[in-house]
């Protein structure tokens, strides 16, 4: 992880946003792209101006739906941020931060009954919006963990387990962060580029399936010749 800790430097996507526009993002992320999620926020900000529960409990539907248009299932996230934000006023006084401020795994159960939120989004805020050690997945992390052997096939709290004892604690978000930026520019799902990546000797998914094996560079030594062998080897 070091390797990949020197060639990824930290992009901490939620400094400067409230913790409540870091769960909007979050909602907003689900099944689209970082560019489309980020316009979909821009897009409520435009409307609205500082994102707050109070505000969008009380926009209209329609208004957060036209603003979000751009992050995609407009429709469909855009009544859940509005039911989220109804949640945290009604039953939180607006404030997230009191569902922040309690233990982890109660913290995480809370935020899982809030509309649109699942056990990702929960991760993802408690991660980067209050600093806990747990270590969110998305299919950039799932596929690099089974490359790597971390976590065999099972669902989403089996790969977050693995993880979690996997990583320190004090690395977690940092590691979350390190692997979806190997995930989105070497380690992609279909043909990762292996010859750039900087981790294939630890990486088991390239030793079984990419790297050439003792035997298959017998056979091509073989192939060559012992001539060809002589004039490579002068
Ligand atoms: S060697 Fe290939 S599969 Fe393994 S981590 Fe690197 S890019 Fe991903």
């Not at 039911?83 to 233990?103: F, K, S, V």
């Not at 009954?113 to 299919?139: C, H, N, Q």
């Not at 065999?152 to 693995?162: F, I, K, P, S, V």
């Not at 981790?199 to 017998?218: F, G, K, M, N």
Request: hydrophobic fraction near 35%.
């Amino acid at each position: 992880m070091k390797l990949l800790e020197a060639r990824y430097p930290i992009q901490d996507w939620a400094r400067g946003i409230s913790p409540f526009e870091v769960l909007v993002s979050t909602i907003l992320s689900q099944s689209t792209t970082v560019a489309n999620e980020r316009r979909g926020l821009e897009g409520l900000r435009q409307r609205f101006g500082r994102l707050s529960p109070e505000v969008l409990a009380r926009a209209h539907e329609t208004e957060i739906t036209k603003a979000i248009w751009h992050s995609g299932l407009a429709r469909q996230k855009g009544p859940r941020i509005k039911a989220t934000a109804q949640t945290i006023l009604e039953e939180w006084g607006g404030r997230l931060d009191r569902i922040l401020a309690m233990p982890t795994s109660e913290a995480r159960r809370v935020l899982m009954g809030l509309p649109g939120v699942g056990p990702k989004t929960a991760d993802v805020v408690m991660a980067m919006a209050a600093d806990r050690p747990v270590f969110p997945v998305d299919t950039h992390i799932t596929r690099i963990a089974r490359r790597w052997n971390l976590a065999r096939r099972g669902g989403y709290e089996a790969t977050r387990t693995a993880l979690e004892r996997w990583t320190p604690p004090e690395k977690r978000i940092r590691w979350h962060l390190t692997i979806i930026a190997h995930g989105r520019a070497l380690c992609v799902a279909r043909n990762p580029r292996c010859k750039a990546c900087p981790v294939t000797r630890d990486c088991d998914w390239y030793r079984t399936l990419r790297a050439p094996s003792r035997h298959s560079q017998e056979r091509k030594r073989r192939a060559r010749g012992p001539q060809q062998q002589k004039v490579k080897n002068r």
